[in-house]
């Protein structure tokens, strides 16, 4: 029952992250910078601690009496996931939701079911796997070729948007894309996606807070909100620095203020956007208390988020007018990332007990 719990709530989760993005679709006469704020406000400062107060009571208390060092660390791990967060909203915006979110995803999946265990060979600790470890252990060993398979298959989707480049004109690109732009969109989701894996890694830096939560006999289906809490401060500080340079730079700012365009609406569609975004990680926190911190409960999630977002790019009509070589090439680039997916979990169940 545990394991199809956790399914259901990863697949719920996925499903949010795979759609957040489409509220911003929405947004009327605003600069990027200037939604992407308003959304992130909603999603690292404003939702996170009102969930955690209504499933963690005292989950404040939890972080005050917790190691300085789990705390700065977690920090740490979200202040990275923080540009990996911010560079995914720029290569969703250059590449589509379809293509984005598999190159991006692809990359995140990888490096978030590889990262922990590196660090476990840095900081060897009781009960984790290092990734010597991975390497002398069949598990191990299937995970890691599932890396590999995932590069293959976001270089098969790479390829496919290459192939749409070529076939489309800028006017057709841009009539499903607005700022289509493949190198630009490639260099910045690859980023993303390495850096995006860094989440993962906070989760299992911050495990120490959630396990307060169980101690203190509070329901261990919600432990994880707590470490969201200080995870999400850090992606908070790195996007917040960033939004602020591009709105002194661009001279966006006056956007809030700009009465020529519909304020109210893009503020509601930002908070959508932003509400729906944190809920991937609420049910994460879910699904994880169900499976497991591990690389099986990251594997699921994205996973989930690649279908869902792909759905959503069929929905758009990203693919619309290419050839249908061009089609079956983002179709087995999906289909290979999948795979990978699915043969790293299969890794981890070998290799985690």
Request: hydrophobic content about 50%; some cysteine; aromatic content about 12%.
């Amino acid at each position: 029952m545990n394991v199809i719990l956790g399914v259901i709530y990863h697949t719920i989760g996925g499903v949010a992250s795979g759609s957040f993005y489409m509220p911003f679709n929405k947004v009327k006469k605003w600069a990027w910078e200037s939604y992407w704020i308003v959304g992130g406000l909603f999603s690292w400062l404003i939702v996170p601690p009102i969930a955690a107060w209504l499933t963690i009571p005292g989950f404040g208390e939890i972080i005050a009496h917790s190691a300085f060092r789990i705390v700065m660390l977690t920090f740490m791990m979200g202040l990275l996931w923080g540009v990996g967060g911010l560079s995914y909203g720029l290569g969703v915006r250059y590449l589509g939701m379809s293509l984005g979110n598999s190159v991006v995803l692809g990359f995140c999946a990888a490096f978030g079911a590889i990262v922990p265990s590196i660090y476990y060979n840095i900081n060897p600790t009781a009960g984790k796997i290092s990734f010597t470890d991975m390497l002398h252990s069949t598990g191990g060993q299937l995970v890691l070729l599932g890396v590999i398979i995932s590069l293959t298959g976001i270089a098969l989707s790479g390829k496919a948007g290459m192939m749409k480049e070529k076939e489309l004109p800028e006017k057709e690109q841009k009539a499903s894309i607005e700022e289509f732009n493949l190198v630009k969109g490639l260099i910045i989701a690859i980023l993303s996606g390495i850096l995006s894996s860094f989440f993962n890694f906070g989760i299992e830096v911050g495990k120490p807070m959630a396990d307060a939560a169980v101690a203190a006999d509070l329901n261990p289906l919600f432990q994880n909100n707590v470490i969201f809490v200080v995870i999400l401060w850090g992606g908070l500080t790195t996007n917040l620095i960033w939004t602020a340079i591009l709105s002194i730079k661009n001279k966006s700012y006056g956007d809030f203020v700009n009465t020529s365009t519909p304020i109210a609406k893009n503020i509601m569609f930002s908070a959508m956007a932003g509400t729906t975004w944190f809920l991937q990680f609420f049910f994460y926190g879910m699904g994880a208390s169900k499976l497991g911190n591990g690389a099986s409960s990251w594997i699921l999630h994205m996973s989930t988020i690649i279908l869902t977002a792909n759905m959503w790019g069929i929905y758009r009509k990203e693919w619309k007018g290419v050839s249908p070589k061009t089609k079956r090439t983002i179709s087995l680039g999906i289909i290979v990332i999948l795979s990978s997916v699915a043969l790293v979990g299969i890794g981890n169940s070998l290799t985690i007990k």
